[in-house]
């Protein structure tokens, strides 16, 4: 049963707070630099949608932890699950023992990913290692080398999802060579094009870059290993690829004997309205990382497989935390949540938002385009509509205009904003948060 309770922004103090300029200095004193922060927002209590600051300002979440709190923050199933569990056993590592909620959470999931051969499972802690293993798998199961990833995708930050990464220059620079062996096709960009071809045709084009530009001159397909697609970028901007692409992508794939890996670690776990976003296309990938929404916080990650594929040896790769027994308490809690009805939820909201948005493009002489599925929604601005010159600076006072407001969202991409809420929020928020941004888009259009 959906518990959500409306609760909209109430700030009663100018932004940042008191309290929060004196724990943003001392973040800067004792922090890494490399943090990134888009505005003082110093979080002290969440609830379903909404943050509280140490000031007692109170936000409305359409970041959600990078799409990570997705049955809201501190549901109380979830709270409850993680309190009982830690009062029992807090850790124990299925790399030495066998744990019954391991087999439950690995058995949840075999049922939920498509395809008729049953999964296997491996428990990792974050996406990047689950993208990680999922490279270490590919490798020894096909034995072959090298990998083929997209522009503008995310894997992670670890070297061997940092060398799939091909997102922002700054991700790689300073860190030396990387693992060797992968190369980048353009993903297909339905708005913009990519590499000079145009929208309309973009997907096969894409699918011909790599047969003639990669397979035929730079690398043997045979020497392929696997391919990894995020089925709806995330930090490359909330840009899906489309149905047809993905289906010939698999196509290709299974011509050659390559793995095909979908990164569903921002898309997945119910987001776009299925359970993965790879459904909306119909296909069959031989692996799935999973991470983020999938434990409503806690950190976990699974890479999940075919189990046809996933045919190594004991030893051959393994974890201390992976499948902690807190993590999997939560992400049990956190599937029933889901099935029970903050999927559909997903997708019903998706549509009020999605309706409310499509003309904005006609109101708003910034935005470019709206995208997505589900709560994972996309926002392109722009400088011209005509042009499609990438608006980054007005993404950036509409992302400041936002908190101003107490409306918590993110960029993605180099101008875009991104909308992934909690799955469990309701109508009033949702358009409590696009009346803000509508009012911000105005407001910083009147400028410009």
Not at 354 to 371: L, N, Y
Not at 400 to 409: I, N, S, T
Request: a neutral charge.
């Amino acid at each position: 049963m959906l518990t959500t309770e409306a609760k909209l922004p109430r700030l009663i103090t100018s932004l940042p707070g008191p309290k929060a300029r004196q724990w943003v200095e001392l973040d800067h004193q004792f922090l890494s630099p490399s943090y990134t922060r888009d505005y003082p927002l110093v979080a002290a209590r969440g609830r379903g949608a909404n943050v509280e600051d140490v000031d007692g300002n109170t936000f409305l979440d359409f970041a959600a932890g990078i799409a990570v709190v997705s049955t809201g923050h501190c549901h109380p199933e979830v709270v409850a699950a993680i309190q009982k569990q830690a009062a029992e056993l807090i850790h124990m590592s299925g790399t030495d023992f066998y744990y019954s909620g391991l087999v439950e959470l690995a058995r949840r999931l075999n049922d939920i990913v498509p395809g008729v051969e049953p999964k296997r499972v491996f428990f990792t802690n974050s996406g990047t290692e689950a993208v990680e293993a999922a490279m270490k798998l590919a490798r020894y199961h096909t034995g072959r080398e090298k990998f083929l990833a997209f522009t503008g995708c995310f894997h992670g930050r670890t070297f061997g999802s940092l060398s799939l990464t091909a997102s922002k220059s700054v991700q790689r620079k300073g860190f030396g060579m990387l693992v060797p062996g992968v190369f980048h096709a353009p993903y297909p960009n339905t708005y913009r094009g990519t590499w000079g071809f145009p929208p309309e045709t973009v997907a096969a084009d894409s699918i011909k870059f790599i047969e003639d530009a990669l397979f035929r001159r730079l690398v043997d397909p045979s020497e392929i290993a696997a391919v990894f697609i995020e089925p709806i970028q995330g930090e490359g901007g909330y840009l899906p690829a489309p149905a047809a692409f993905l289906q010939k992508l698999q196509t290709l794939c299974r011509k050659h004997g390559i793995l095909l890996v979908t990164d569903e670690v921002q898309s997945g776990m119910g987001r776009t309205g299925k359970w993965w976003a790879h459904e909306h296309a119909g296909i069959e990938p031989d692996i799935v990382c999973a991470a983020k929404g999938i434990a409503s916080g806690m950190p976990l990650g699974a890479m999940i497989s075919r189990a046809s594929v996933m045919d190594w040896k004991p030893g051959a790769h393994a974890t201390t935390f992976g499948g902690n027994p807190v993590c999997i308490a939560a992400a049990l809690a956190t599937m029933n949540l889901l099935e029970n009805g903050y999927i559909a939820n997903a997708a019903k909201m998706g549509e009020f938002l999605f309706a409310r948005m499509k003309d904005w493009p006609a109101r708003f002489r910034t935005v470019g385009d709206v995208r997505g599925k589900g709560l994972m929604i996309g926002i392109e601005f722009v400088r011209n509509q005509k042009t499609k010159e990438k608006g980054s600076e007005i993404r950036e006072k509409i992302i400041q205009a936002a908190f101003q407001h107490g409306l918590l969202v993110l960029g993605a991409g180099g101008n875009g904003v991104r909308l992934s809420p909690p799955l469990m929020i309701n109508e009033e928020q949702a358009d409590c948060a696009l009346g803000i941004l509508e009012t911000c888009i105005a407001e910083v259009e009147r400028t410009l």
